[in-house]
T-cell receptor, first 114, second 112 residues
Framework: EAEVAQSPRYKITEKSQAVAFWCDPI?????LYWYRQILGQGPELLVQ????????DSQLPKDRFSAERLKGVDSTLKIQPAELGDSAMYLC????????????FGPGTRLTVL | GQNIDQPTEMTATEGAIVQINCTYQ??????LFWYQQHAGEAPTFLSY??LDGLEEKGRFSSFLSRSKGYSYLLLKELQMKDSASYLC?????????????WGLGTSLAVNP
């Protein structure tokens, strides 16, 4: 069964350092989502791509966060510089047709900022 | 505004039945999803309702009433492995913008 791949699974960094997360969606899925989830809360959408284009990045803290999906397949989310409040689970999801069709999640990256 | 409410925590006994409620207020409703999330793991898709009524899938069923802005997830014959957070998410659209609005999740503890 096809799955969304993410790496790394865990990341520990010090504040002010740069971190990057990678996501490879299910093959053929045009829409890719990056979420941040704080313990005990629901996922918060950071950015949504349709192929290589950004559809929604209204909640992305653009002063420190950036995301790209250059060839419309895999994607990278970067934080520079990391802050203590960035400690969270970063989830990548993909869906076949976009527009909030059923989303399938990767295993996530647990980020701890010290 | 857009809002989804679900209980924060629930407790049930192994073998029993539990109902997790979700109420929502969103613009342009276009479907409701339930996801299961075990601690430290990613959400996994459970069910999708777009029309009123009950959708049954094994031990899990999901119900929707669009007029009441209400859904529930029913879990039967509870097992210890059902201890998890259950997330309600509503597909909303305003103009050309379609997105999922997520609830905070209900943490279910199944006791022996």
């Amino acid at each position: 069964e096809a799955e969304v791949a993410q790496s790394p699974r865990y990341k520990i960094t010090e504040k002010s350092q740069a971190v990057a997360f990678w996501c490879d969606p299910i093959s053929g899925h045009a829409t890719l989502y990056w979420y941040r989830q704080i313990l005990g809360q629901g996922p918060e959408l950071l950015v949504q791509f349709q192929d290589e284009s950004v559809v929604d990045d209204s909640q992305l803290p653009k002063d420190r966060f950036s995301a790209e999906r250059l060839k419309g397949v895999d994607s990278t989310l970067k934080i520079q510089p990391a802050e203590l409040g960035d400690s969270a689970m970063y989830l990548c999801a993909s869906s076949p047709a976009g527009g909030a069709d059923t989303q399938y999640f990767g295993p996530g990256t647990r980020l701890t900022v010290l | 505004g857009q809002n989804i409410d679900q209980p924060t925590e629930m407790t049930a006994t192994e073998g029993a039945i539990v109902q997790i409620n979700c109420t929502y207020q969103t613009s342009g409703f276009n479907g409701l999803f339930w996801y299961q999330q075990h601690a430290g793991e990613a959400p996994t898709f459970l069910s999708y309702n777009v029309l009123d009524g009950l959708e049954e899938k094994g031990r899990f069923s999901s119900f929707l009433s669009r007029s009441k802005g209400y859904s529930y997830l029913l879990l039967k014959e509870l097992q210890m492995k059902d201890s998890a957070s259950y997330l309600c998410a509503v597909r909303s659209h305003a103009g050309n913008n379609r997105k999922l609005i997520w609830g905070l999740g209900t943490s279910l503890a199944v006791n022996p």
